[in-house]
Each structure stands twice: as C-alpha cells, then as structure tokens.
C-alpha cells in the first residue's frame, strides 16, 4: 500500500511543488492525492488538475484538509510543506496538531522564534517531521558522510562548502526571485537562508561535526535589496577544525554551484552537486582516487540510494527522492538516521539568526546557540 | 486522466523494468497498472507487489492480460516492452493485434526479419508504436539535433560517436550479463545490440542524416564468448559525411561511455552522456561555448524536456521520461516527431545484422538496406 | 647581446634557483653566467657546475661577486634573488647599491619594515627593481585582468582567490618546508607569506582593484607548528568590491590549486593554474565561453605570451619565463607596466604583516596601509 | 661543457624551430652555437640574428655549414632537422656523412623508400640518429608505458588514439599550412604524416606493442586538398590487441587533441596530451586513479622528466626538452633506450605509406612491412 501524501503549497507556477510531487512518487511508495496548493481555491483545483488528482481533494485551506482527510479512510499520512518561508510553522502546526506527520521544505521556519516552538511541538506530537536538505539524499554525499566517519582521512581539520549562484546578480524578477528577496516572506535571511543553510547542513552532515563559533561577513550587493545576497561566513567545528563556508547568488554564470572540501589529519575528500556521481579522495600518501555512484567500493547507505548502474547519472530529483525514501521508511516505522529532523531544522534557523545578527552588528566571532 | 500502461516483463530482479517504471510515470501522466512482468506466474505476481500494483493484474501471459484489460473500463492504453530482445516481436504483435499501443525497449526485435515483419504490422495496425532509444531523450542532445538542423556548425562533414564499457570485460555473470551474450535471447548482435546500436541511432539523430554504408570489424575478445564485445565501424551518411563508430564493453573501467561529437564545415559539438547536462560548441572564428541545461539559449524541444532550473543536475531517468513524455502525448494525439519509431526501430535492426555479417564475412565496405 | 644575470642563491638541492634560470633563458634574451649560489663557497661552486657555467663567476658571496662582475667587460646585468626571503633585502641592497637591476623572488622581503626601506631605495636607485610573481605571468591571467579593464564582466563585485595545497599537511621536512616553517628564515607569515601573498597579488592582478581593508584568521593547524599554515581572509577592494582569499597548506592532496573567480555586474571569469590555457567567462545573458591559449579572440597581452599553437599546452616555466621576458624588455629600455614592482612588493609586505597582525589580535576588519 | 648544436630550418617566420631551440636549451645540456636555417642566406642571417647567435655561424648551405664547423675547435656535436620532410633525408645524410649526429624533426623522411635508405645509413654511420616524437616525452607518457610494461593493466586487448585538429578545416593558408598539403614537400601523406604518425608511435610507445596490420580510410574532406585531412585506421597489434586510430585536421574547434586509452585484461588506463599532468587508471575492481606528476607513486622514469613539484603545470616544451635531454644522454654515451630512433622512424614511415596506399586501394586489411 502506497503511503498518501498531501501537498501545502506548489500551486500553478511553483518551482518546488512539482518537484516534491516527483521525489515523493518516484519510488512508487508515496503518492499525492490531496493539497492545498494555493490560499487561492480556483488556483489549489487548477493545480490539482495539473497533479492529475482529485479535484475533491484541492482543498481551500489546511483547515478543511486536515478535516476532510480525516473523514476518509484513504486519507492521507503525511503532508509535503512546499510553501514560502513564512507558511512553515503554521503548516506544519496545523498538520502535527491534525496528527499528519510532516516532511518540510527548508529552511525549517522563517525566525528561530519559531524554530523553538516547531522544535517543542514536535518532541510532544509524536508523529515524523522531517526537511528536505535535498543535498544530503546524494548517494555519494552519503558515501562521503560514511568515509570519513570510517576514517579515510583522519580526524577533520578544515572544511570548506561553497554555494554559488549567479541568479539574483540582476534585479529580482519572477515569482521564485520575489518572495525569496522579501524579508516578510523569506525571514531575516536572503541568501543565507534560502542556499547558505543547506551548505551549512552539508558540512554538518558530511563532517560529522557541529559549528559551535561563527563570523559573518553578509551582505545586500545588488543596489535596494533587503536582505543579503553575497554570504562569507568562517566556522570553527566542535572539534576545533577551521571552516569556511561561501554562499552567493551574485556571482554571474554560476547556476548550483553547490561544493564541499574537507580534509583531515591523513586526507581530503571533494564534492560537487553539478556533477554529483562523483567523489575525489586524496591520501596522504599522494594517491588521488575517483570514488562513483555504482562501484563495487560504495557504502550499503549509498548504494541502496542509487536506481540506476553506475555511468547512468542520477541527479537532484533521485537525492530528493531518497529523502522521500527514508521518510516513507520513517512512517513505516523503520529508523531513518540520515534524514533531517526537527534539530537539523533548529540548528539551520540557529545559523541563519546569528549570522543574520553577527554580520548586522559586526560582532566577530560568536557563538551558534539553538 | 492518466494513461494506464501495462508492462511485459521487468520481474524481480531485472534492470530496465523498474526504469521504465519510473520513467513512465514521472511526470504522472501514465500509470503503471498491470503486466506480465515473468513468465513465471508467481514471479509475475511478487512483482506486481514490489511495483505496489493490483494483483489481479498481475497476469500469467500475455493472451490473459490482453484479455483481463479488455474486459475492464479501466485497461491499459498500452504495453511497455522491456524483456530480452526475442520477446520483443511476440510482445510487440500480441499487444498491436489486441490494439494495444507499444512502447518498446530496444533493440526492435532480435533479427531484422523480425524487425521488418513488425514494421509491416504497425504500418497497419493503427496504433502508435515506439522505441526507447533513451539517449535521445535527453534534453541536450535535443539541443545538439536542433542546433544543427538550424546550421550551427553547417554541412555535417564529420561524426565520430563512441560508446564505452567496462562491465563484461570479465566472464559474462548475472542476470544482466548473461542473456546479452546469448545469442539465443540477444539475436545475433551482442555489444552492437546492446549498445552499439544506441550509438548509430544517436549518431542519425544529432546529425539528421542517414547512414548509408559501412565497414565493420567486429569481435569476441573475452574468451569464449559467442557474441561481439568490441566493435568498430566505420560510416558513410547520405550527404557523404564519414563517421565513426566504436562499441565496447571490454573496455576496462568505463561504465556508460557514450560520446558524440560531430563536425560541420563551420562548427563542431560534443555531448557525453555521463555528464549530460552540458554541451561543447566550437565555432569556426575559435569560440568555444558551453551550452548549459537551463541556459536561456536553450530551444523549445529541450527546454520542455527539462523539469529543474539550471544546475541541478537531470540524468538517464529523466531523459527516458521524456520519451514516454513524447509517447503520452503521441497517445493523446498529439505529434510527437522526434520519438523514435518502427522506422528508426527497423533501421537500427538493419545496422546490427549489417555489421555483424559484414565483419563476419570481412565484406569491407557494404550498403546499409532495410 | 643577451644579458647577464647573476644568481643569488639557488644552490645544490634547491627547488627556486633551477626554474628562475629555465625561465630567464627560455627566450634566449637572458643568459646566466654568475652567482653567489650559497654561502658556502663550495657548495657555490658545485652549483655553478651543474649550471655549467664558468667556475671563476661562482663567488663566495655578495661582495666579491659585485667587485668582481663589475671589472669585466662582460659583468652581469642584473641579479635574480631566489635565497629566503631574509636574505632578499640585503641582497637586493648590494645589487642597487652597486648599480645592478634586480630580479626578485616573492615575498619582497622578510617584514613590511624590510619592504619599506627597500621600496625606499629603489625609488632613488635608478635601476630596475621587479619580483616574480609567478602566475602574473600566465597568458590567460593577462587575458583576465585584459578582459575585466575592457568591462567584459562590468564593475566588479566580488572576487574568490583560493590558494590550497597539502604538502605541508604532516612535519615539515626536507629542505623546502624548514626554512618555510622558521620564522627566523620566512619572516612573521608562514602560508600567508609563501602562498597567501601570491593569491592577494593575484586578486589584484586580475580585477585592477586595490585592497584597502581586511579580516584576518590564521592558525597553525599542524600541532608544534610556529607560523600559520592555515588562512582565512576577507577583503575588500577599493570600489567596495567583497573579497575572499584563502590559504592553505594543510588541505590533504591538494598540490597547487590556486584558482580566482570574479564577479562583475554582467559577467563573471574562472581561472585555474593548474589547467591554466584556459578561462572561463560568463555573460549575464547565461552564455558560458571557454577562452583558450591560441584562440584568434586573445587580446595582444596574452598573444605576446604565448609560444605555442592552442593546444600545446604552455605551464609554469613559460608563466615564469614571461616575467623574465618583461624584465628584459624593462632592462632594454621599454615598458613593461604589467611587471610587479616594488609598489606591488610593498602591498604584498603590507598584506602578509596586516593579517598576521590582526588574526593574532582577533581585530576584526582593519585597514590595509603601505 | 654544454653540447653544440647546429639547426637546419627554422627560419624566420617557422614555427617549429624555435621549439627545438627552447626544448635543447632547457635543461642548459646544449646550445644553440649555428645553423643553416634557410636556403636564402639573408634569411638565414636574419634567423642567427633573432636566435642572439653569432652571425659567421649562419650558414648558407649544409656543405659549408659542415664543412665550417668542423674547421673549429667548437664546432657543432649534432644538428637538429627541422625543415619540411622532403628536407629531411637530404640533411640527415649530410650530417651523418660529415660524422655528425642528427636530432630530426618527424617524420622521417618524405617517403618509405627515402626512410629505407636513411635507416641504412645510420645503421653504418655510427653517429647517433633520434627522431622527436614529442608526446613520447612527456612524463606521464612514459609512467603509461611504464605502468602497462609492469603489468598494471594485464594484457593489452584494445588501444583507442585519436589525434584531433581542426586548422585544416578551411582552406590552408600560411606558412605552416601551406606546405603541410603539398605533396612535393610533405610526401604522399597529408593528416597522416603530419599527426597520424605521431598517434601511431604513441600507440606503440605506451602499449610496448607493435603494429602488425591495419585497415585504412583516408579522405581529403575539403573540396581541393590533394591530400588526406581525415583518417580512421583500425589496427592490430603483434599480440593480437585491437586498436583503432582517428587522426583528423578538419575537426573544427579541436586545437591538439591527441588522446590514448588502452585497455587491458585487468585494467584501463587514459592520457590527454591538452592536460598531460595526469593520468586515469581504472582497475578491474572498479578503483579509479588519478596519477599526476608530481605523485610519489610515478616511477623513475617519469620522476626523472619533470622539473617542478606537483601542481605546477609543464607541458609541450618540457615534453620536447625532454627527448633532447634523452639525446645529450646518448651523446655523452649513456643509453636512451625509449628515444625514438631509426627503426621508430622507419617504422612511421611505413605506417603512413602503407595507410595512404590502401586506402586508396580500398585494399582492407593490409599487413605493416617496413
């Protein structure tokens, strides 16, 4: 039986929705039946009907969802928060509330405020929450996780994670650049919180460190913008190692320029989202080793998250997918370690803030509190 | 309303069902609902339970199922083929006599006999038949097809297109390996089936001329092995272009090595499968550009055929989806030009028995015929 | 005529000593013909040996080397400097003072008091002073810096120079890493100085702009080590431009990845040393070029640098050697206005004690003065 | 003491020569003291001139040039042949008459026969006679050999070089281009002997294999080239391994795209002459290397042709400084074993006379008999 997922969010014209609705399906154990696309009711049934659904199930508000879902026995397990910043909390309170786990969109609300409450009401809902840090669903993120947690290059000394865009460079035009430049819909973070969060998630996850110090560098360069665009932040890990963490969405050309560097006592190792099949692992004895989605030498992890031989390349819609993956697992009652939880989603808002706030009142070196 | 599609093998175990699977349904205008997927009812059945499908639609043989969804409101509206090559030719008649539309793996069929008898069939049958020729489905060898039809690099003077692979360097083991270099389920091409042929039919689609003539050298370099695994050809197009085409899957390390480039009297244009998502083109004046999946260059054709902005990377199930994209629409009555069809389907048919008797016999240069 | 060089340092074992005199000599407008190659007058004369150069011209030390060129008809012309950097002042003292051009190894000198009392005596010297900043030399950086004064990518907005190696990730041994790692030989900056200062020239180089404020955080991150190996700095130039700079030479397998990214209002410009025949430039309309060594669009900079036909690929002794050929030109009597010179030996100085500072005092941003 | 060489061609305007000037010089083993270097006197001057050598040693013919030069005390050791190859059999034999060692440029000779005749005369002559077969040079070119020779890859099965150029893709115009498709001064081969024979020793050169048969196409693709400009070859070697050879001046774009991939039983190996610091090595188990100069993993051999650390790109004059530094080993009377001598040469010479015949034979397979 295919777990049922409604959508909140992803109506006509929505870069995301379409994409969780393939993530979610593409193993065939999700499936959309329901939503509220939009707050706009003939836009929620447009897009129901762009979904293929039941227009019966294009509900106008989360309110008449969680009931109506509720009243059926085919209603849905979950619902897919896909909505702007600002509609996290309240989706995601009104669907724990509902007793309908949640899998969310990042970052994880738009204040850390909120962030603290999502965090209480989860402990106590005791259904799955969980965010879609799409980076870290990459098989060979995964394997780079698994290596260094094994040892291959010894104890981390310095990390560096870039995320490079060059999209907003001009004026922000069209509906996904407006609400991400808007502090009333995005929150305090512009940049650092629509990409420099997930390369903060990545380094985490990758590492398996925690930044416990940080020093932001934020900025708004386009001319009249509110929020930052062009991002350098220095991190300091709990172990000591140096980080560097670089997220722009000035630097022209660039379009997901999503990498990570980490090296340790006795290696390095090397990522990049745009070619993703792909790891670099450097030994300290000079040896440089291609490691690739489909060989013999990957990790159960990343190999149970590949579909295809290796030389097939699987991208950004099959690492979404394997966070769906884990989640249908979750629900199933299975353990899902990987996945992003509710204090992944804490500490990413906890970074947004203090950099936001570091970098406002140049205050150097400070310290990353949940 | 999706389409319903049933699938002829795919059980446990096999490699491309799944694909076909999720390719079919990614962009959920198609709905796996039934299949043969083993000709072995039990095995037929535990896949229509990995698949999350109805088990009553889980049927015996192919005459059942034509019949079952016959008699149901809700049938299929076509058959997706993805067994062994000799399946190929009962599945795809069974399915167009019961006026079932096909979608077929390639190969066409195992022999060009077959091929030209099924050709004959679908001229009459009336329904939409097509093959999965996937690497045209990817969205910037659409780009490479059109930018060359509208002159980007002129007369096509010269193609070279190479497909490598590593995986039967050794002996044949696996389910996989095992039917490709028997030529009983193969026919009588075993690298030039299997992958050769993707290489010829992507060397006419890019290029929009036809082979004509050829000279083959083909070989079983592995020990014992019946069928070729490694395999040059030279060719002749019909505008009197020379190609180049190499096969291999002896070749040590490479996993899905597919590679064109193609030169013009003004240009020149390289694409890789393995990282599908950009394209070289040189200029005659020296530029060099690097068109990108997402740049706004990119024409109609693939831009539809892309489903995530620039940067995240989209792959081999993503570029099959287009095809069944292509069919969908086809199904819809809609055109759907660039599908490969019986046509292609017989032509590449004709390369395989070509240059295998061509080799075999050292014929050196030969007329391609249908 | 060719010119004369002399040689300070660059005696058996070392790395500097051989390339300075491949590049001087590579076109064949320079000869070396002297040299006070250690302190040690053996070992002095052992190295003239291997230079095959007259054993009469291999001079125990400064003095006599001046005396002693200055009484023949055929003296040298200049002196390249390629001792440690404590050496570089003296040495470059006796030069001028004795009225002969030099050539000089980067850092300038041992301390920012150092470069001021040199930069002091040049400017009344009347003879040549330039340093080898070595990849100011590489066509495609002139390219570069040629393309961005064109307005190719608009006003700068932001530049990221990476300088990483991993060569001293473990004990510094041999003779390249101890005088590195001694501050008594390398002055206050251990990879600032070595690397960090090659990469802030670099930014320089390239954008056309001038630091003028900075924050700095270096650490020896390799346990007992006394000078950092390990940098992290922000910038920012002149016309408000952000800036990153990084430093290492504790990142595992990394051998001598310099590379700068730049980003204008309309464009943005990749360079890497390590495949450095080529750069990548991006257009704000999303075209994405690929300039290379040889192209028919290189400006006459670049063009004039070159030796070989495109795809003959030119590296890091031809980089060198462009130095020595301005140098030449500088000694002839012409320009060469893209040659560093003291000013740019000074701001190095200035970079390199500014940050060791300021990371030592934790100070946040500081000005950058000369 | 350094060698003494005089040089034959290289006159104004001449591409190749100052190669071999900077190549001989570079290690500072040998020097450029004369030369005939065109048969116009006054261009022959004017070349000493650019050269920086004395003006009584440019030469107007070869007679006096060996005639004048063995009247000194410093007279020459060697010449370099770099003139077109309808030069080159008349200059070697005056060398070798005049007791004087010959470095030519490839190929051998303008003809098969011509090469014979050489080959007779430098089995008697008693003088060293090397050919410089550039790509041979390079570092990792020799650590390929070297790897394959060891065993690295198992039994060689297939070889793939392709030698892609796209200056020839219009009309030929230059100096360089001029004489290149002109039979009288090139020989019977056009694409094949300029580059063809260089992919040809290449092949042979890192597989230690020879070339037993081969299959040629050849083809003058532009409308009134005497010449071939596109040449697909497919070989075998003496153990039975397959090869193929595209050799191509028409590829519009492709500057010196000389690329070779070997497989083995075991093992694959790739090398790309347009970034030469390293190689890929593929294992049967599915690891993937990267090699690169500077590794500690490279053999003597390789070690002991590269000049700077890792990270510090050489390229083509380093390759070519390489072979003379083979050569002033061998005029010193130490062994050069993998310098290309008369029998590599002779060997090329009837690779491109062999292919240029049976193509235009049609004749299929051919055996390769010197």
């Not at 950004?316 to 249908?328: P, T």
């Amino acid at each position: 039986m295919r777990l049922r997922m409604g959508m909140i969010g992803g109506g006509p014209g929505a870069f995301i929705g379409p994409i969780h609705r393939i993530a979610a399906e593409l193993d065939r154990e999700i499936e959309l039946v329901a939503g509220v696309f939009s707050s706009d009711p003939d836009r929620s049934r447009a897009a129901a009907a762009d979904y293929h659904i039941d227009p019966d199930r294009a509900y106008p508000d989360l309110d008449t969802m969680f009931a109506g879902e509720a009243a059926r026995a085919d209603g849905i397990d979950f619902v897919s928060i896909v909505s702007p910043n600002h509609h996290h909390l309240p989706a995601a309170r009104a669907a724990l509330t509902a007793g309908v786990a949640v899998m969310s969109d990042k970052p994880m609300t738009a204040s850390l405020a909120e962030a603290r409450a999502l965090a209480d009401l989860v402990a106590t809902a005791g259904r799955p929450y969980a965010l879609t840090y799409t980076y870290s669903g990459y098989p060979l993120v995964r394997e780079a996780r698994a290596r260094i947690a094994a040892g291959a290059i010894g104890t981390v000394r310095k990390a560096v994670v870039e995320y490079s865009q060059g999209w907003l460079a001009g004026p922000a035009e069209g509906k996904q650049a407006e609400w991400r430049v808007d502090p009333a819909r995005s929150g305090a973070g512009g940049c650092i919180g629509d990409i420099g969060v997930h390369a903060f998630q990545l380094a985490e996850f990758v590492t398996g460190l925690r930044v416990t110090r940080l020093l932001a560098d934020l900025a708004a360069v386009v001319p009249g913008r509110a929020l930052d665009d062009d991002c350098s932040v220095l991190l300091r890990f709990d172990n000591g190692a140096r980080g560097v963490l670089l997220a722009s969405q000035i630097e022209v050309g660039e379009l997901n320029g999503l990498r990570i560097r980490v090296y340790g006592e006795t290696g390095g190792l090397t990522w990049r989202q745009e070619t993703p099949n792909d790891l670099t692992l450097h030994h300290i004895d000079g040896r440089t080793e291609i490691v690739r989605a489909g060989d013999a030498s990957l990790g159960p992890d990343a190999r149970a998250r590949t579909r295809t031989p290796g030389g097939h390349p699987e991208g950004y819609l099959e690492a979404f997918a394997n966070l769906y993956r884990d989640f249908a697992a979750l629900l199933r009652g299975e353990v899902a370690p990987l996945l992003p939880d509710a204090t992944e989603g804490l500490r990413g808002m906890a970074f947004i803030e203090t950099a936001v706030t570091a970098s406002r009142n140049e205050a150097g070196w400070v310290d990353l509190k949940l």
